[in-house]
């Protein structure tokens, strides 16, 4: 339990990297006031609101049956036979969690700048036009073998290539604006704020999501995206420029989310992946990429 906590509070705060530089550049904008009250309550929102909502949501969308009720008290129940619902909805839940981490790290593979940290990267970033096709033939042969285990598992896969694309086009926008909304002298801090909140609740899902591929205890994942998101306000409000430092950061959870979506994947096809394979590997993948921006400082 230790070990995945560790690896959810690591992943969260890695993966949310960019999350905090947009922050630390809209917050430069705003009084010390409304910089006080986005880091202090509108960290209760990061993780109750967002990171809190979200695995409830999850669940309850993988478990109708259960009901918005049910779906949230079983994320705190020790109910044996709740507990075999969830695990026998699984394969529904991490196929789509699979595919949307998957489709994340060949979208940062192909198409986004990027600090080149192993070989290979460059020459993917120059053929960024492949990413469509790429993500097209894995989402075909994903969809082809869990026809064969689970129609509904297809639906799983489809329903995670689709929240990849719709949560994308917001970033996308949230970066095309991003200078726009900091030159506006005019935009009140409250407009602000309620701008971070949405951004950091797009930024979220990522974390939540690949949360799945190291436990499906919703306990577990609040705690640890719960500190994440903590540490991540940290960041923002002492440390940003620091970290912008560690360049190869994001190569590092791009990485991990790439290995986090193959264990989803291959886990709701019945392949017994071990607990604590999830943490071991963020860990050690993040673990390099932060010594190899060290070594580049």
Same mark, same amino acid.
């Given at each position: ?9 690591? %992943?969260? $705060? ?8 947009? !922050? ?29 909502? *979200? ?57 986004? $700048? ?87 609740? $797009? ?10 591929? %190291? ?19 940290? *960041?923002?409000?002492? !440390?940003?420029? !620091? ?7 994001? !190569? ?5 989310? %790439? ?22 590997? $963020? ?15």
């Amino acid at each position: 339990m230790l070990l995945i906590v560790v690896g959810l509070i690591l %992943f969260e $705060t890695i993966s949310s990297i960019d999350n905090a530089v947009i !922050n630390a550049e809209v917050l430069s904008t705003m009084s010390k006031r409304a910089q006080r009250w986005f880091l202090v309550y509108g960290l209760f929102i990061a993780v109750f609101a967002v990171r809190g909502m *979200l695995p409830w949501l999850i669940v309850w969308a993988t478990n109708p049956t259960l009901g918005p009720v049910g779906a949230f008290t079983a994320t705190f129940s020790d109910n044996p036979d709740i507990k075999r619902a969830i695990e026998e909805s699984s394969p529904f839940l991490l196929v789509g969690g699979g595919v949307f981490l998957i489709f994340l790290f060949f979208h940062w593979l192909f198409i986004e $700048t990027k600090n080149y940290g192993l070989r290979g990267e460059r020459f993917f970033h120059k053929h960024g036009v492949w990413f469509f096709a790429v993500v097209s033939i894995i989402l075909t042969v994903i969809v082809w073998l869990a026809l064969k285990r689970n129609p509904f598992m297809a639906l799983g896969a489809v329903v995670g290539s689709t929240a990849f694309f719709i949560t994308h086009g917001f970033k996308q926008n949230a970066e095309l604006h991003e200078k726009e909304l900091i030159g506006k002298g005019n935009m009140s801090d409250w407009s602000k704020i309620l701008y971070l909140e949405v951004i950091d609740a $797009t930024f979220s899902i990522d974390g939540v999501v690949g949360a799945f591929a %190291f436990t499906l205890s919703v306990p577990l994942i609040l705690i640890g995206n719960g500190i994440g998101a903590f540490v991540v306000r940290e *960041l923002t409000l002492k !440390n940003i420029e !620091n970290v912008k430092r560690y360049i190869y950061l994001k !190569n590092g959870a791009m990485y991990s989310i %790439f290995f986090l979506g193959i264990i989803m994947v291959l886990d709701s096809f019945g392949f017994e992946i071990k607990p604590w394979v999830s943490p071991v590997i $963020t860990i050690s993948v993040i673990g390099y990429f932060f010594q190899k921006s060290r070594m580049s400082i």
